[in-house]
């Protein structure tokens, strides 16, 4: 088990005192149950473990149930008793049981003191097919996403790298011996990505053969799921979607030519939908707001972001290139680039879902930033340049039309927070190299 940021707002919420059952959200096999087991372990004197997709449990809750027959359910079948402030009742994927999430409601309202953990990978598309009722305004939520690249470092003990990665600051000069290592440790990352169970097994051997049996086993697993949450006749589409997903990561696309000559656009979006709901893609809209609220253009083009960049560079089949990547320039378009930078943007929205747009002006083909979105009052534009160089054309003309924004370039080259000049006009810009993505939201 890897020591996962989610811990820190884990320990927050058992801290506070108007307290409501907590759902973590993530996709399958990013992490969900190993960090709660971990939280568990590490303050509670005893967890109460009940996982849904175990038969022996689930038919426990196949029928709706009060509180002290839960209790008692809990007592016999179980045996263990719950004691507030000292259990952790864990339901692990709790979509399977709708009279579980039912008893959530309950649990804020008459035992308070009780804590509740639930996850929940496939949890917004079981409900929007099953039609069961989330107890709304008693239950908080969390998210998990592969691990991002400050994790890969805490799980690879780099800790002295992590710490001072974790607080440089942009006026300070990061040797270039820290520089590289910290480059050769991220494309290593870029390569292998941030699902748990790969990461692992590469620190443990780092034999190649079995990581792709990892990553084939991760993708059927997700193309099986398909027909639990969709009909057969959906399910071509949703599988079709995973299938060839990572091929366009990175990308803007149009449903239209995302498909095959017989496959419709509407179905293909309900089929993304679908799997962002899932948490398995992620489509970033476009915005051409230059103020605040961000609005989306829906029916512009949307940029997909897949769930990992490991997964990815496997479906493309480039497994063969892993640890002697050096640069993103020319990599695939250069798109590798914008899907590890999304993927750890994502990461850093743990306690709410994000909400990230790229910026395009009216007309395609003209000023476009990557990624935007909406911190503390201002509008944030990212550009990612896959290299050390690259002109900042469209991140100019987003600082002209932007009013209350912060800009931000990432690349391979060093950090700092440098003054440039447009149409007489002087603006800060913030450059990150791209081994400290994950302080992206920082106000530096």
């Excluded at 038969?55 to 008793?81: A, M, R, T």
Aim: proline content about 3%.
């Amino acid at each position: 088990m890897f020591d996962r940021k989610i811990t820190d707002y884990l320990i927050k919420w058992k801290n506070k005192k108007q307290r409501k059952p907590l759902i973590i959200r993530g996709a399958r096999q990013v992490g969900k149950t190993s960090s709660v087991l971990m939280f568990a372990k590490k303050h509670f004197d005893n967890l109460i473990n009940i996982n849904l997709e175990k038969s022996e449990h689930l038919k426990f809750f196949k029928e709706g149930i009060s509180l002290e027959e839960f209790e008692k359910i809990v007592k016999i079948n179980f045996q263990q008793s719950i004691v507030p402030g000292k259990t952790l009742i864990f339901i692990d994927e709790i979509q399977n049981s709708p009279n579980l999430i039912k008893l959530l409601r309950f649990f804020y309202e008459e035992k308070p003191k009780i804590h509740v953990i639930a996850t929940g990978s496939l949890l917004e598309v079981l409900n929007k097919k099953q039609g069961f009722a989330m107890p709304v305004g008693r239950v908080e939520y969390l998210y998990l996403y592969p691990f991002d690249f400050f994790e890969y470092l805490g799980a690879k003990n780099e800790k002295e790298l992590l710490n001072f990665l974790k607080n440089v600051k942009s006026n300070e000069k990061i040797p270039l011996a820290i520089h590289k290592k910290a480059m050769d440790l991220f494309y290593e990352y870029a390569m292998i990505g941030g699902m748990p169970e790969i990461i692992k097994m590469f620190i443990s051997n780092k034999n190649l053969e079995d990581l792709k049996t990892v990553y084939s086993s991760l993708f059927t697993g997700y193309s099986e799921d398909v027909y639990k949450y969709s009909s057969i006749a959906n399910a071509k589409y949703l599988k079709y979607i995973i299938e060839r997903a990572p091929f366009f990561a990175g990308s803007i696309i149009n449903y239209t030519k995302f498909g095959e000559l017989n496959f419709k656009s509407r179905e293909l979006s309900q089929g993304f939908e679908t799997l962002e709901r899932a948490m398995i893609v992620y489509q970033v809209k476009a915005t051409k707001s230059t103020e605040i609220p961000l609005i989306a253009q829906n029916k512009r083009a949307k940029k997909i972001l897949f769930l990992d960049i490991g997964l990815v560079n496997y479906q493309m089949g480039i497994h063969k290139d892993y640890l002697t990547l050096k640069n993103f320039n020319d990599f695939y378009r250069g798109k590798m680039a914008e899907q590890i930078v999304g993927q750890n943007l994502l990461a850093q929205y743990i306690d709410a879902p994000p909400k990230i747009f790229y910026w395009a002006r009216e007309k395609p083909g003209t000023a476009e930033i990557d990624f935007c979105l909406n911190k503390d009052g201002l509008i944030f534009g990212i550009e990612v340049k896959s290299g050390k160089t690259g002109r900042l054309k469209s991140l100019r003309e987003f600082s002209k039309l932007v009013s209350n924004k912060r800009i931000i370039r990432i690349y391979d080259g060093e950090f700092k927070n440098e003054k440039i000049k447009i149409d007489n006009k002087v603006y800060n810009l913030i450059s990150l190299p791209f081994y400290l993505t994950p302080r992206i939201l920082e106000n530096f």
